[in-house]
């Protein structure tokens, strides 16, 4: 029951429940039969808050957040904010990270991840009452856009740009089958090994949940186009209630690393600034062997975790280059040993 991090989720629900009220007028522009969906919007904002607050004050994630602040506030501001876009466009846009392991993983992960960010961008603004769609009294063929109130965009019914906006979620979602499609069938025809390691409920409930919104969801546009709105109704309600769990589920499985994916850009940067500046040397040996910010970091973390290591008064365990490391581990152990010729002594040892 972290203070810290309950008052953090009781804030993200506020400011969803307040941007709410005027994104969408006063609730003027505000659909009540979305309501189910917006309770589970808050319940999701407060979970993913409270889980992303948590992660946040760990020691080592703490300092790669404040070393990235510190990094684009400071020196070479323009330089690495370049890098950071760069990074956010190779590895969370394009997903190249994917990219360099395989294929067909990488068309999966990008499949099914695009496809899901597009039908969170198109929902929440509906849910929320943030964007609608008008009608010209004068002109009942076209329809306008509009956002926070403002028009943004208007378009002919018969165009293919209409065609485009109204099946936007079927889009998304055959999207989403097709990604999740070539994932489980990765998962389920793995080598032995590989396949051996998974777990059920770690690497394939978040597909199954993945798919199951996807499926109701075509399934509301095939029962209101072609079965004259047959069991619309109990679909919807199925549907309502699979995305509610899946966004409730979000902080706490494999989903959670869309919420830790964007640090790494963070972490790309740190390593190209640690990376220019004059290697640490090792107190023993002398040789360089990490970046200074690094190691500088690194003792501040060891302390922060009451790890403060030291090999004598003056030699901090960051100092020490891994061979260095190795050698003084090795002669302590010696000298311990040739202390004790008592077995259960050396044990204790």
Not at 272 to 297: I, L, T, Y
């Amino acid at each position: 029951m972290d203070k810290r991090a309950i008052t953090a989720a009781l804030t993200a629900m506020g400011v969803v429940t307040i941007g709410i009220g005027i994104g969408s007028h006063n609730l003027l522009h505000y659909d009540p039969a979305l309501l189910i969906y917006t309770f589970g919007s808050l319940l999701s904002a407060y979970v993913i808050t409270f889980r992303v607050t948590l992660f946040l004050q760990r020691p080592p994630t703490k300092r790669y957040a404040i070393r990235g602040v510190q990094l684009l506030t400071r020196k070479n501001q323009l330089r690495n904010l370049l890098t950071t876009a760069r990074g956010a466009g190779e590895d969370l846009a394009a997903q190249r990270f994917i990219l360099e392991r395989s294929k067909l993983r990488w068309l999966a992960h990008f499949l099914f991840a695009w496809g899901t960010l597009i039908a969170g961008a198109v929902t929440f603004p509906l849910v929320f009452g943030w964007m609608h769609f008008e009608t010209p009294v004068d002109d009942p063929q076209t329809y306008l856009v509009m956002a926070f109130g403002q028009q943004v965009a208007a378009f002919p019914l018969s165009s293919v740009r209409s065609f485009v906006v109204f099946n936007v979620l079927n889009i998304s979602a055959l999207m989403v089958i097709v990604g999740v499609c070539i994932a489980l069938h990765r998962r389920l025809y793995a080598p032995g090994r590989s396949r051996a390691r998974q777990q059920f409920g770690r690497d394939l409930v978040p597909l199954i949940m993945l798919l199951a919104i996807s499926i109701t969801g075509l399934m509301l546009t095939f029962s209101m186009h072609f079965m004259d709105g047959y069991g619309y109704a109990e679909l919807s309600l199925i549907h309502a209630l699979i995305v509610i769990i899946t966004l409730v589920y979000l902080p706490f499985g494999k989903f959670f690393h869309i919420f830790v994916r964007p640090l790494q850009v963070v972490v790309g940067l740190y390593r190209k600034v640690d990376s220019e500046q004059p290697p640490a040397e090792c107190r023993v040996c002398g040789d360089g062997f990490a970046g200074q910010m690094h190691v500088a970091d690194l003792k501040s973390v060891l302390a922060e975790m009451g790890q403060n290591w030291t090999f004598d008064d003056s030699t901090h365990y960051a100092d020490v280059c891994p061979k260095c490391r190795r050698r003084l581990m090795g002669a302590t152990h010696q000298a311990i040993t040739d202390q004790s010729r008592n077995p259960e002594d050396i044990w204790q040892s």
